[in-house]
Every structure is written in C-alpha cells, then in structure tokens.
C-alpha cells in the first residue's frame, strides 16, 4: 500500500442546520433578488407618474395650439 505524501482532504458534515440558519441562507440567497424587485417596482411606479404629470403638462397647449 502506497501513502501519499499529503494528507487526503475528508469531508466532513456537520449535520442538519438549524432553523434560524437556514433562514438566513434563505435571506441571504434570496433576499437580494426581492430587494431589486422592490426597487425596479418603486422606480417604475414613479416613471409613471412623472410622464403621467408632464403629459398632462403639455395635454392643454397642445389643444390649444391645435385649435
């Protein structure tokens, strides 16, 4: 039997983890994903509104223009 000239890396588990742990693996994978989804929501929801108020800006003008 040959031995090797390094020690062979053996894996260890150190078992089930424990709730609050796989809570906060769950945060931590997943919890930036629904921080950008309420930030792409917000951003949009105040697009909306800003061309909303500047078409509304230029909605009397334009038919006055036109008249």
């Known amino acids: 039997m040959t031995t090797l000239p390094?020690?062979?890396?053996v894996?260890?588990?150190?078992?089930?983890?424990?709730?609050v742990?796989?809570?906060?693996t769950l945060l931590l994978?997943?919890?930036?994903?629904?921080?950008l989804g309420v930030v792409v929501w917000l951003r949009t929801r105040e697009?909306?509104?800003?061309?909303e108020d500047?078409?509304?800006?230029?909605?009397p003008s334009s038919t006055a223009r036109d008249a």
């Open 29 to 35: 994978a997943f919890g930036p994903f629904v921080v």
């Open 47 to 51: 697009h909306a509104v800003a061309e």
């Open 11 to 19: 894996p260890m588990h150190m078992g089930a983890l424990h709730p």
């Open 21 to 24: 742990e796989q809570w906060l």
């Open 54 to 59: 500047s078409a509304s800006r230029e909605s």
């Open 6 to 9: 390094f020690p062979t890396p």
